[in-house]
């Protein structure tokens, strides 16, 4: 999910948003608090049309009856403000979050146990395999690196192979911070509310990541670091090879840029096929109907008198 509701991801969960009487075309681009509001306001809506203190004095079947609506009623608010929550957060995947529990509740299950599995494990080993190689062509281009820097002196033309050298070593630093400010946070949280669960702990520290400066700052980095140590080196390259009339070049920063851009290229085409392909498993899974949400049907002859009215 990104920051607004995508057509997609409302006919993911068509049924449960249905069961408030809520319309693609009043969902589909609302961010996080403007979804939350028609949740709300069409909870209010039906909840009076079913709600136990209404019916104290009618029969038992009645009661029982509206009792069950009111559940209902109460169950689909809450797991549909549980789905919304992901459009709080920026996120690039194409996973929907709501896909991943259920990727996750396929893998252990017993369908297909070899094709998922296969293509689980086919992933695993991309991902150590341009994790490897990001990793050597990182530890190789730093080296590179310091013995270039060593070699040279500081001038304006050379500058960018020591800006290139800072950027890359400023990448775990900040990483590391990062992960010391995480760790210090969440022992605080899981100290300080111990009766919340892992999901409830994981909900709260993103929400420190995303107020913090602290955080803000070091994300910041981590995302732009990469990109400009790369910009630089490269830039580097060219220009001390534009100086020479481009008769000669480092090869061996060359290469470790190449390798390094390789590896970032293949994580990235990797992540993109399994992703994909976790989409179609799922969506599979749901269409043979072996996902799909509770069909709840109780509210079908209630007027959706909240948005008929307008938001």
Do not use: W
Not at 150 to 167: P, V
Not at 190 to 201: A, P, T
């Amino acid at each position: 999910m990104g920051k607004y509701l995508t057509k997609r991801e409302f006919e993911y969960k068509s049924s449960l948003f249905a069961a408030l009487g809520i319309k693609k075309e009043d969902a589909v681009g609302k961010n996080f608090a403007q979804l939350s509001k028609l949740i709300g306001k069409q909870y209010r809506t039906l909840s009076l049309e079913c709600h136990p203190d209404k019916f104290q004095n009618s029969s038992k079947e009645v009661k029982d009856e509206n009792d069950k609506k009111f559940q209902i009623l109460d169950d689909t608010k809450k797991r549909l403000n549980k789905y919304i929550l992901p459009l709080q957060k920026e996120r690039g995947s194409l996973i929907i979050s709501s896909e991943y529990e259920e990727f996750f509740s396929i893998l252990q299950s017993e369908r297909e146990f070899f094709r998922r599995d296969k293509m689980y494990l086919l992933y695993l080993l991309s991902f150590l395999f341009t994790s490897l190689l990001s990793l050597v062509s990182y530890c190789y281009l730093i080296s590179r690196l310091v013995i270039k820097c060593q070699s040279i002196s500081l001038n304006l033309s050379n500058a960018s192979f020591y800006g290139a050298l800072i950027c890359f070593i400023a990448i775990p630093i900040s990483f590391f911070a990062f992960t010391c400010f995480a760790a210090k946070d969440f022992s605080k949280i899981k100290s300080s509310e111990e009766c919340l669960d892992q999901e409830d702990l994981t909900n709260k520290l993103e929400d420190k990541f995303s107020k913090k400066m602290e955080y803000k700052t070091l994300i910041l980095l981590m995302k732009c670091l990469p990109t400009m140590a790369i910009i630089l080196t490269a830039a580097s390259l060219i220009t001390e090879s534009a100086l020479d009339n481009f008769k000669t070049v480092d090869t061996q920063l060359l290469i470790g840029v190449s390798l390094l851009i390789l590896s970032f290229g293949l994580q990235c085409l990797a992540n993109e096929i399994y992703e994909r392909k976790v989409v179609n498993l799922v969506k599979e899974e749901r269409a043979e109907g072996k996902l799909d949400d509770v069909n709840i049907n109780v509210f079908s002859n209630v007027p959706n008198q909240g948005l008929s009215q307008g938001n």
